[in-house]
């Protein structure tokens, strides 16, 4: 089964908003990265925290990891409709050798 | 700099046909991934390799073998074709597997 799974499944909001992601996963991790895909294209990295790291940022985008609850949540400030796509939080576990495992992502609609 | 890059974009197969798919990154790394997408979910791992040479397992290896036989190439085989393996293909690698992972653009599979 997956190891992290996005909540919401989808999310449409007025541009200018901000958009929250969440991702739970299952296991102990190393670090929890999120993507963002465009509508049938490849993944594109978008910001990696490490599992002793609780929050970080890069641009609009805040990060923060829970370790406890072993979940992460992703934030788009300002949305802009550029920003519409599937998002997807990403992990790889403390007891493998290293797989990078996707969550089942959330579709993000930014209404211009 | 190329980055990651998949052959073929497209291709449809009959039920029972072979085919192989190649990803070839030009960036030196370890780490090499084949992923499937289909319709409304994230990315369920194939098989991956962590260096020359070396194969593993994913989440769903079943139908589907890999091989590594140079550093910057990574194949992914179809001996037997099946609907069910109808799906976008995506390969990735990374420097490390704890790090950012670079995706290519995909390969749309049909099964007919």
């Known amino acids: 089964s997956q190891q992290g799974e996005e909540d919401p499944q989808a999310l449409s909001i007025q541009e200018g908003e901000n958009a929250t992601m969440n991702c739970s996963y299952k296991?102990?991790?190393?670090?929890l990265q999120w993507y963002r895909q465009n509508s049938g294209r490849g993944l594109v990295h978008l910001i990696l925290?490490?599992?002793?790291?609780r929050e970080k940022h890069s641009g609009r985008l805040r990060v923060t990891l829970d370790t406890s609850k072993k979940s992460s949540s992703l934030l788009i400030t300002a949305s802009r409709a550029a920003d519409t796509a599937s998002y997807f939080c990403?992990?790889?576990?403390?007891?493998?050798?290293?797989?990078?495992?996707f969550g089942s992502g959330t579709r993000l609609l930014v209404r211009p | 700099n190329a980055g990651v890059t998949q052959t073929p974009k497209f291709r449809v197969l009959k039920t029972g046909q072979s085919m192989t798919l190649l990803c070839a990154q030009d960036?030196?790394?370890?780490?090499m991934y084949w992923y499937r997408q289909d319709p409304g979910m994230g990315l369920r791992l194939i098989h991956y390799?962590?260096?020359?040479?070396?194969?593993a397992k994913g989440e769903v290896p079943d139908g589907y073998n890999v091989s590594r036989l140079k550093k910057q190439n990574f194949l992914l085989g179809l001996e037997s074709a099946a609907p069910s393996q109808t799906s976008v293909y995506f390969c990735?690698?990374?420097?490390?597997?704890?790090?950012?992972?670079?995706f290519g653009q995909g390969t749309r599979l049909t099964v007919v």
């Open positions: 990735a690698s990374s420097l490390t597997g704890e790090g950012k992972a670079f």
């Open positions: 296991t102990s991790i190393n670090n």
């Open positions: 925290i490490r599992s002793n790291e």
């Open positions: 990403a992990t790889d576990r403390m007891d493998s050798s290293y797989k990078l495992i």
């Open positions: 960036m030196n790394h370890e780490y």
């Open positions: 390799s962590v260096g020359e040479g070396t194969t």
